[in-house]
């Protein structure tokens, strides 16, 4: 198994728990799920940024900004929840 395979799974997990926060088996299987096809997607795009006069090796800064942003998504839900 190789180091890139594990850094997807664990994106894929931190976004989905992130986004959905689930509390329950069933919900938190959905939230890997949708968190590797929104991850699949963001590495797509990151790929394609040549349009946006990117080049294809940006593709790790623009992962590291997905999952930052995802692990900022529940501090703020937090705080507006309080508010």
Known sequence: MGTGTIIIG???VI???SL???KKIALALIACILGSILYRIAIG???SSHQLGLAP???NLLTALLVIM???IPKIKKGQRHD
């Open 70 to 72: 995802t692990m900022i």
């Open 10 to 12: 664990l994106a894929s």
């Open 45 to 47: 795009l990151a790929l």
């Open 57 to 59: 090796t940006d593709v």
């Open 15 to 17: 976004i989905g728990e």
């Open 20 to 22: 959905l926060s689930p």
